[in-house]
């Protein structure tokens, strides 16, 4: 007979620990404030939902970081990042809950809390670095380290995710060597130069000829279309393209951004669908913490209005800086600048569809 002891829901889940981990610091004062016990929860479930998206993660990477990729890895790598989707979509939604806490409720407990942030948490810094934020691309508050803030042990996770090949790096080096670039006798980028130059030119008409626009609207909506206009040439040049990359305005390569624009433009071949899902769900990615981070700002203005948060950052504003600036897959998005309708699309010759292998090699 077997002596093993029966697994038990408590005892697997660690619930004893889980349950007894959240200790008012008010409550040592000897006046525990009732929503304390709702920030400390909500925050520790945070934590729970990092690791996860984490654990997700590492699996997308272990894919791209392979010698080959093939269709059925990218297809699993897609139903990763739906998972840390919909996490994501949690993490947001929780935002409504802890707003069920008043301003004046926070300040019943807020004092006690300092000078702990959530800056100090070393899960979602690695996340960070683990999707290819870089150091450089990131809004410092207090003139220090993003790292500095972090127990010791925090630092080192941190530390190593940063020198370590990021999703942005891998999903480079996969572009690159996809076997969509290459049109022995059909030369497309020639053939799509001509199609987009028209569409932008068209667009250039309409905005001088606007008679809604005032000569100052007009002005600015050429600016704009120029700026379109010298992206795209960059992107069909690819000096042009290097030089702005060397200026910081660009991240990802030449060839890897030909490679995604082309998956975009022929989502519709079946052999694409996968690449196709692949980029959407990172920009799908991107635009969720970025909703995340501007919900959160708007949460902290509500709270503690202009004061500065418990970690000496400047509140509201650091984090509405943080939206609008971390983001690391926003080049695919800029794309979408130069699509053109399915119809004026060159169409491939059918040794070319033939040759749109499923298996890419390094």
Known sequence: MSNKKLLNYADYL????ILNSQDLKSAERGTPAHDEMLFIIIH????????????ELDSVLDVF??????????????????RIIEIQKVLIDQIRILETMTAM?????????????????????????????QPNERINYGNQDYKNPLLESGKQ?????????????????????????SFEGFNFWERYSDAVR?????????????????????????KEHDRAVDSFEAMINPDKHNEL???KKKRLSHKATQAALLIFLYRDEPILHSPYNLLSRLMDVDELFTTWRQRHALMVRRMIGAKIGTGGSSGHAYLQKTADRHKVFGELADLSTFFIPRSALPELP??????????FNR
Do not use: C
């Not at 005032?214 to 050429?222: A, G, K, R």
């Open 65 to 82: 970081g392979q010698d080959s990729v093939d269709e059925s890895n990218v297809s699993l790598a897609v139903s990763r990042l739906d």
């Open 198 to 222: 028209s569409m932008l030119q068209k667009e250039d008409e309409t905005i001088k000829n606007n008679p809604n626009h005032s000569v100052e609207e007009i002005e600015y909506h050429l």
């Open 157 to 181: 996770v941190v530390k190593k995710a940063e020198s370590e090949k990021s999703l942005f790096d891998l999903l480079e080096t996969w572009l690159e060597r996809t076997p969509f670039l």
């Open 44 to 55: 520790q479930v945070y934590e729970l939902w990092f690791k996860q998206v984490l654990h």
């Open 14 to 17: 660690k619930l004893e620990t």
């Open 350 to 359: 059918k040794n070319i569809k033939r040759n749109l292998g499923y298996f």
């Open 105 to 133: 409720d926070f300040l019943e407990f807020r004092d006690d809390l300092f000078p702990s942030s959530g800056f100090q948490s070393a899960q979602f810094r690695v996340l960070e670095n683990k999707l290819g934020l």
């Open 245 to 247: 990359i060397e200026k």
